[in-house]
């Protein structure tokens, strides 16, 4: 008897799984995989439910890992929707709900892969799924948490793969052999307040936070590398929550965010910024502060064993060859890169995070075949 994994992203669907809530969807997982001969345990850390289970001997050489999340985003308007967000209605040739591509399908379809391919073909090694109830929030106590977990109890995998949606149009167009890093940088700027017809008695933080966020915003941060397009740094907001028109304000704010390549590192990004704030503030005499908050690194896997491992199987399953992309934004990729190798690969996302979100059900045992493939073609 095989699992099915169009009812299971269905069972999952119906789960109101809203960060930080659980809802019912590891649970069902847990007795699942329990049901299948998989050892398992909660990691659960700082009001986070995660999940991980183990088919095989612990610390085996040759383990192959799953990596997923079961949390989705809130719902937006709940009125908006033309079907029920955790109704998993079938309607043409569509399942609706929240997560149906992000990322409750790609979890079914892992776990039920992994579950059929541990009973019809028990491999000499081990099968690891790692998912998290904490990826659409802050990521502190979710794959960091399992990651945590395992190195602390001996658990390792060899290689991983993360279910999420990779591909923009069509199955198998595209696997992810890395992402971008990510950081938003907060500055603060503080002079003098002053009315407005006696600008030399005021000191004007606007003029001067404008004249840095101009000069980031012009500058060339590099010309891209072999693996990853030019990174970018984007200004989100300017504000001065002032409502008065003949009042210098005292004070103003702006926040940037980079999305960098592996030219960079964090590191050397916050340097730079707080290098050209000095600048601004001793040009003009206003006091500029700054706070980042770091999401991620840019990472790669390079092409070789696990990405070909991978491409061979979606070639065979879907008849193209995915291309080997960094674009997008961050993933739990970005945790797991410093325990083993990782990619990701599954659906089209197109409606990811949308009203009505939807998942071509056609695709959900298409992907389960694809992960199949890769567990036998690892195993062999």
Not at 357 to 377: G, N
Request: glycine letters at 10%.
């Amino acid at each position: 008897m095989t699992t099915d994994p169009i009812a299971l992203t269905a069972d999952l669907i119906r789960c109101p799984s809203i960060t930080p809530d659980e809802g019912g969807a590891l649970v069902l997982l847990e007795a699942r995989l329990r049901a299948a001969g998989f050892d398992c345990t909660r990691v659960d850390r700082g009001g986070i439910a995660n999940l991980f289970a183990r088919w095989g001997d612990k610390g085996h050489a040759r383990t192959f890992g799953f990596n997923g999340h079961t949390d989705v985003v809130p719902l937006g308007e709940r009125s908006d929707w033309a079907h029920d967000p955790f109704g998993a209605e079938i309607d043409g040739a569509f399942m609706y709900g929240r997560g149906a591509v992000d990322m409750k399908s790609g979890v079914a379809a892992f776990a039920a892969a992994a579950i059929d391919f541990v009973q019809s073909s028990p491999p000499d090694g081990a099968v690891v799924l790692a998912i998290t109830g904490d990826e659409e929030g802050d990521a502190h106590d979710g794959t960091k948490a399992l990651l945590d977990w395992m190195d602390a109890e001996g658990e390792a995998m060899t290689a991983c793969l993360v279910g999420e949606p990779t591909c923009p149009d069509e199955m198998g167009e595209m696997m992810k052999i890395g992402r971008r890093g990510s950081m938003t940088a907060y500055f603060e700027a503080t002079g003098v307040q002053g009315h407005s017809a006696y600008p030399h008695r005021a000191g004007n933080p606007v003029p001067a936070l404008a004249r840095l966020v101009d000069r980031l915003a012009a500058h060339t941060l590099d010309e891209g590398t072999d693996h990853f397009d030019a990174s970018t740094l984007a200004v989100t907001t300017f504000d001065t929550g002032n409502p008065a028109n003949n009042v210098i304000p005292a004070s103003c704010r702006a926040t940037v965010n980079i999305r960098f390549n592996d030219a960079h590192t964090s590191h050397a990004l916050t340097k730079w910024l707080a290098d050209e704030a000095a600048k601004v503030s001793a040009e003009t005499g206003i006091d500029i502060k700054q706070r980042v908050s770091v999401s991620g690194e840019s990472f790669v896997t390079p092409p070789g064993a696990l990405s070909d491992l991978v491409a061979n199987a979606v070639a065979v399953e879907t008849g193209r060859t995915p291309v080997l992309s960094t674009s997008g934004g961050t993933s739990d990729a970005r945790f797991v890169k410093n325990h083993c190798p990782v990619v990701e690969f599954g659906l089209v996302g197109k409606s990811m995070h949308q009203v009505d979100e939807r998942v071509e059900i056609a695709q959900i045992p298409q992907l389960k075949a694809i992960y199949m493939r890769i567990l036998r073609d690892f195993f062999a």
